[in-house]
């Protein structure tokens, strides 16, 4: 029993393809995109249409929605109500669409996503624009099409005298594709209709002096010309909407408000608020004491209260970058055109809505000839029955039947000479011969009325029969003439203007509005700490509180135990830092990038915040304010290479870092330092030799050079560091070396030499010695720390050493241990002169502790 | 600590240098401090936003291999074979400093942390879709058949072999389905809506729609790579019947999306079906008929249309009758079809018919340019005049104005114009120039000179007292009407889904179903002009 069923096999590809594109094609051509012509999708032109077949008029009274709904899914479209209905709602909705197409009465939602009234409550007619939509639809100017039943009648696309694809906008999501057009103003549209009319060759940008951008039903601002221009030429265009925001002060207190009066299109306004208060409640958003909505019945009003001393433009522009404030709209011109979808140029669009017209035209006044036609016919066979008069009606009186008069009229029987004579009667002077009437003629005249043989009745029906002729002969010169129906189609458009156009709302503002995170930032001073192992962090000033005298400290960043603080500076937090690493790049971030820390905070490592590749490591870090052009950086490198760079040729960041010289092989760069080029400048090797020399001997070079010879090295020897020396009082060559030995040397027994030289002897680096390991220039309050291979750090003050001659061995810094080596050397951060408060207490306590144990 | 590709998990601990291989509290200070630690970097770096699921201390652990050695004054060692660690103390300590030193670690190795983090998350998706799966067969596997949805209205049958699933789109057609069923061996199961797209979607989303829960769980079959198993299968056929309308095409294939890729085997065995419900229903006079699609009825008007008449051609010397004449009104009904579609490529009809026509007087030549053709148009219609420039050609018919361009151009070269043009030479050949007087019993009923009129006639004739209805979904059937036509065993034609080429296959759900939306928009422009079933 159960193998008796017929079954056929398919192959699941081929199931697959036929069913997609079934659906594909349905939704593409019959669902989700808006015809050219009259710009709109299948279920609002049956909503249309059910509401015209219903004379739910706009000068009639309202009818409930749910009839409505209920004749639009039994006639014409086989889906769900609230698929029509919500149709309906958008249409109604002054805020969707920038002329509604129907007139609703209740509650049809708002601006804050508020649902509408269900159908059973509200009550729609269409709008008096709706009916130029439908405008001769009667007159068989378009074609209609069977309803899914085929039982009934229903237009393909609507005569439409408005431009409305592009008056009204459209959005829709297809497969594979989707359409999203901005509204525009009426007034604007019809004058470039018109112009491309009367000057088919227009360019775009004559077109766009008549259109220059779309116009939302929501108001606002829209951003930049370049994404209307490219939607405009390509049919696709990304444009920027604005919120109106003023600021207004408040009566009582010092404090000022942003007022936002008009959102983005689209944008949905409790959500746009419940936005804001989410940011301000996750602190992403500061500086707002309350908000709230204070719209009513005489318009949009959002009152975002600021603190005290609040910049408004610096909160407005966050708000437009965390926002919906500042919302994009992605136009795709996408249309159906001849049955396919098409990607539309504004221009194309135009194109086609005026072939659209013409046709409409054209058709119509085939029709009304046809009918004027008809009526000459009627009137001419009156005519000849009222200058027959006597003789026709002789000829009815004398006929049995309707049919028999009717017969006889057709025949022409009253003209019969033979016949007339019969009655006494002559011809009419102008006529002679047979006179036939057709049968419509003949119907019409058994179907006159007595009281249209009256004198004056009779001159009437001349009247007209001119009257008709004239027309015919007007409709006739229409047909034959492609200009006329153009200046038809040109004048229809006009009287839509005159009677719907309406100012533009939107401002277009030319340029631009990329908000970039910049605008977003106060500009305040911050305090910057970075530690010696390279974590990096910022904190307000403020939390540096004044202290007293002899007061206690506070800690500015809290360290791994082995780690202190290298540098400590006050910047804005517009400046940059620019970090130059060993492999010769150099990377930049504003201050305001740097992770924000209270005083017993880490900080983060720089790795994180930088794009370095691996095993590369920050050499040096510059805080600069702005790219002044008398400024220089100068560069060192392990190889004695030195390299003087106007500060400018750094001035254009790029995330991934640049290079900042070029290095050769196996070449590390070891030291960055900012001059203003009338310095001198301090090498030291490894071996202890030293060089000093004028900045103005090596020439500014370009970013991507090599540099020049600094100092001519020796054997195995390298650079260990470099100093830009100033003739400072008090200001002395600190030097260390690997066994914990150095010495303090004054500055003036480094003479300058000409760069490129073997240079002088720094310190002896005898066996007890080791190596040079770094150098720093120094005054009496520095502080220095003492870094060992063993993780120790030993922190010495300056003056506590005193200062000998130049070519001596120097004296004992630090005991180390047997095969200990002192890897590095570093000068405190300075204390901060401008703001007292700036001690580190961590430091002072290091400072009583000698040795620090690293483990 | 070093992470690696595999999903093993490798600890060894020392105490002492003994090693511990049962563990002890170094371990577990371990194992507690890497979850703490990697947890906390990933929350405060905004790694998991997009996270559902929790990272638990084994999928951190996937992959890791390790060493801990701890040097303690006094070990205590537990256990039978003394080698687990015993010391309380040592949790604190291996706890705290691991997470100082892996904190920093991370925090200065950013690349690295984000590496382990990836693969910690993905094993955390791992298990949790795991989880889901098997929770899913777990709960049908408590009772005998399994928790069966409330849905399904379930047959009596019990053995698989004879029982028949029906998948049945929405629940207004469900309830016809169920009260025309077979209760024997017929079970139905409405579902709701479109169901979601298996391709888009992972695995443990996928494992989450009610929908496709439902389905799993009335299939019987359990779900993913281990758990999937034919041999639970409770109906051997599994029939998809939704309505004919192009959303049900659409639900069509997203259950074939379904069963191919999870399912794979089911179709591979031929289990799955689709039901073929009739599109029209005639009727006349108390005379009920259902009919399959289009063609059918096309089929039905012209017998009916053609009986007992009498189409006289050439003049009234030659004469076709009754059935004779339904081969020529086919080569009609062909051409028409091909027609629409030239058309619908954005040609006007009018134009295209006289082309047509001025074609088959004077002979077939190629569309290398307008102008040859429209002097020919011209020498017939005096109405008819045209304008050719570079761009574009301006055709003046009547009132028309028709603009032509280059895309018209190559239509009228595509090979849907040369088959049109066929077939308009075959229907020459077989009705003559046209000109025909169709009669019947002697009565003459129209005298024409088109093809389409004489095709219009009998299409009318036939429809004459004619009840057409078009069902545009399942539930607009009777219970009754359902079963005796897509249900009932004795006349129903079910569609048996084969997989012929997997590679094949393969792609093309890939294409239509996948997130690339670039190749689905090629495939859909290359076979828009194919369509069969426009619904607007």
Redesign the interface.
Known sequence: ??N??????????D?????????????????ALPDVRDGFK?VHRRCLYAMYDMGNDYNKPYKKSARVVGDVIGKYH?HGDTAAYDTIVRMAQDFSLRYPMVDGQGNFGSVDGDSPAAMRYTEIRMSKLAHEMLADLDKETVDMGSN???SLQEPLVLPAKIPNLLVNGSSGIA???ATNIPPHNLGEVVDGVVATIDNPAITLEELMAFIPGPDFPTAGFIYGRDGIVSAYRTGRGIIQMRARARVEKQKKSERESIIVTEIPYQVNKSRLIEKIAELVREKKLEGISDLRDESDRDGMRIVIELKKDENPQVLLNQLYKHTAMQSSFGIIMLAI????PKVLTLKETIRHFI?HR??IV??RT?FELKKAEARAHILEGLKIALDWLDAVIELIRDSKTPAEAKEGLMEGKFADPAWLAKFDLVAPANYSGMTRLSEIQAQAILDMRLHRLTGLEREKIVDEYLEILRFIGRLKDI?GS?TEILAIVKGELLEIKDKFGDPRRTEIIAQTAEITLEDTIVEEDMVVNITHT?YIKRSAVSLYRAQRRGGKGKTGIKT?DEDFVEHLFIASTKDYLLFFSDAGKVYWLKVYELPEGGRATRG??I??LLNLSQDEKISAILSVREFSEDKFIMMATRQGVVKKTPLLEYSHPRVGGILAVNLDEGDKLIEVALTDGKQDVLLVSKNGKSIRFREEDARPQGRVTRGVRGMTLEGDDVVIGMEIVNEMTGSTIFTVTENGFGKRTELGEYRAQSRGGKGVITIKTTDRNGCVVGIKQVTDENDMMLISDQGKILRVPVSGFSIIGRNTQGVRLMVTETEERIVAVAKLAEKDDADESADDDSLDELSDVELVDGE | MQYNDSYDEKLFSFANNINTHEGGTHLIGFKAALTRTMNSYATANNLLKNVKVAISGEDLREGLTAVISVKIPQPQFEGQTKTKLGNSEVKGYVETLLNEKLATYLEENPQVAKRVLEKSIDAARAREAARKARDLTRRKGALEIGTLPGKLADCQEKDPALCELFLVEGDSAGGSAKQGRDRKYQAILPLKGKILNVEKARFDKMISSQEIRTLIAALGTGIGKDDFDIAKLRYHRIIVMTDADVDGSHILTLLLTFFFRQMHELVERGHLYIAQPPLYKIKRGKKEQYLKNEAALQNYLLEEGTDNMTLALDGGERALRGKQIIPALKQVTDYRSVFDKVVRKGLNEELVRLLIDVNARTGFEEFADFAPHFEKIKAIRQDFDYNINEKRATVKLGNLHIRLDRHSLDVLNSHEYTLLFENYRKIRASLGDGSAVISSEGKDLLVTDSYEEILAFFLDTAKKGLYIQRYKGLGEMNPEQLWETTMHQDNRLLLQVKIEDVVEAEEIFTVLMGDQVEPRRDFIEKNALNVSNLDI
């Open positions: 029993m159960l008796q069923t017929n079954k056929i096999s398919v192959n699941i590809e199931e697959m393809k036929k069913s997609y594109m079934d659906y594909a094609m349905s939704v593409i051509i019959g669902r299948p086989p899914y039943d085929d497969v594979g594709m055109v001849s049955n396919r072939d013409r046709e054209t058709r085939v047909l492609e390279g791994k983060k490592a790795v994180n």
